[in-house]
């Protein structure tokens, strides 16, 4: 039997979210249901409801989150009802062409959930980024559940699900930060403020921390940053220079997805080096007048980094791992509990700099 619960989606463009009934049908082959505990507010819910990913309205938003399986379809054998599982958004395949090179990572051809969940009167949800957890339950492909320890804080592993794995990956997997390195991260809300956490994990020497907003450059030294830059009093790449010897960080990453940001990047970084691109453009942006000679002359790697490469099975049992073990601090990105009826107060709260995650507690 269909269950009928209480979701939260965007119904227009740019118009205030909205809780109304979510109907979840029955998980069929290869689809799971999933008890939501915990989900994070990100910052691609918002460009979902600003029509900045497409215009498949309405959607169902959240996908940052932690649950319990509660019930499984034909054919599910990786998990079971009572299961501690996060939620990813790239299921991967195992049989594209990137799966069988070996590089599940950039699988091309990711899972969801076959069936839609709808509104009461039938109309079908597109769930962000294939998820939808700003729900009671939601319905997913088995795939996107990765089993962790049962043990975890849901609102602090349930982040691992988009952003904090994004910014962790990006400095980890994408950029291979190596132990002794400079790097430099643009932006420092959820995801880049992993992507400090994660470059002083790799034993990055010199982490350089980049915002227009002194509570977030505060933050990020709280977590690893050794030093910190507002980019509207100083000129962030000779501000990168300066404490890089003059010659700028061997790994700058964008974590706002902004043309002038990435330029930033581009040029704050040292011969050879790699830029990762993490913060998502909207499809508008243009990066004008780069000269190829500078792409040429500067060598090294020009980087995106989707879901921080990360390979769920993989990385979300290691990382939940060192969480517990008080390697990982994942409670830092917690600024605030809400409930499912605060995700729009959560956005403009977003939106003025003043919280790196609410999470929301189901
Ligand atoms: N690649 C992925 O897989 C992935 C996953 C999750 C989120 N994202 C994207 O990452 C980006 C960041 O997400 P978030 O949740 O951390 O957002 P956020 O709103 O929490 O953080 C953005 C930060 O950027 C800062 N900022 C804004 N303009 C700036 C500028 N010009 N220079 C320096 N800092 C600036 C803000 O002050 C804020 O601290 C978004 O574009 C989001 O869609 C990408
Ligand atoms: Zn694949
Ligand atoms: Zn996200």
Redesign the pocket.
């Known amino acids: 039997m269909p269950t009928t619960v209480v979701g939260v989606i965007a119904r227009a463009k740019g118009e205030p979210v909205e809780t109304v009934d979510v109907v979840v049908p029955d998980p069929g082959p290869g689809e799971v249901t999933v008890t939501v505990q915990a989900c994070g507010v990100?910052?691609?819910d918002l460009?979902y409801r600003e029509g900045g990913i497409n215009d498949d309205f309405p959607f169902l938003l959240g996908h940052e989150a932690a649950g319990v399986v509660e019930s499984v379809g034909d054919g599910v054998t990786t998990v079971e009802p009572g299961d501690f599982v996060v939620l990813n958004w790239r299921a991967v395949c195992g049989d594209c062409r990137a799966c069988r090179r070996g590089e599940p990572w950039y699988c091309f051809s990711t899972h969801n959930a076959a069936q839609p969940m709808t509104l009461a009167d039938g109309t079908p949800l597109s769930p962000a980024l294939g998820i939808g957890a700003f729900v009671e339950t939601t319905l997913v492909h088995a795939g996107q559940c990765t089993k962790v320890d049962p043990q975890a804080r849901p609102a602090a592993v349930g982040l691992l699900g988009?952003?904090v794995m994004?910014?962790l990956g990006?400095a980890i997997n994408t950029a291979g930060v190596r132990r002794g390195q400079s790097v430099a991260v643009?932006?420092?809300?959820?995801?880049?403020?992993a992507a400090v956490v994660g470059s002083a994990l790799a034993g990055a020497g010199t982490i350089v921390a980049?915002?227009?907003?002194d509570r977030?450059l505060d933050s990020a030294r709280g977590l690893g940053a050794t030093h910190t830059v507002n980019?509207r009093e100083q000129d962030p790449v000779e501000a990168i220079q300066a404490v890089t010897g003059g010659y700028g960080a061997d790994v700058v990453i964008d974590?706002?997805?902004?043309p002038?940001?990435w330029r930033q990047a581009f040029y704050a970084r040292d011969l050879a080096g790699t830029v990762v691109l993490?913060?998502?453009p909207t499809p508008d942006m243009r990066i004008p007048d780069l000269p190829l000679i500078d792409v040429f002359g500067r060598g090294g790697a020009l980087k995106?980094?989707?879901?921080?490469d990360c390979l769920p099975s993989r990385d979300f049992p290691m990382l939940v791992d060192l969480y517990r073990q008080g390697r990982l601090d994942l409670d830092a990105f917690v600024s605030e509990e809400i409930g499912l009826g605060d995700v729009e107060a959560a956005f403009e709260k977003?939106?003025r700099?003043d919280v790196?995650r609410s999470v929301v507690i189901l």
């Open positions: 990100c910052h691609t460009h988009c952003g994004a910014g990006a643009i932006g420092c809300g959820g995801v880049g403020t980049v915002d227009v907003d977030k980019s974590a706002v997805g902004r002038e940001t993490v913060g998502v995106s980094s989707w879901y921080g977003m939106h700099g790196l």
